[in-house]
């Protein structure tokens, strides 16, 4: 899967998430990530240099890489 795909879901996610805080939606959004997503897509977004993510999502992958 290309890493502008990831990126573009990533930050759909985040921003469907935005409206209950930041730090609820950075909690939330990572919980999805580790929940649904394939672990051939969390390997690649943790891969990638994450220049193309929102800050909710960026945030996210970044506790998903810890």
Request: glycine share 4%; no cysteine.
């Amino acid at each position: 899967m290309e890493i502008e795909r990831l990126n573009y879901m990533a930050n759909q996610i985040a921003r469907n998430l935005a409206m209950q805080g930041e730090a609820t939606a950075v909690s939330a959004t990572y919980q999805h990530l580790a929940d649904f997503w394939d672990p051939r897509m969390k390997a690649a977004i943790l891969a990638s240099d994450r220049a193309g993510l929102d800050p909710i999502a960026k945030a996210a992958v970044e506790k998903l890489a810890a």
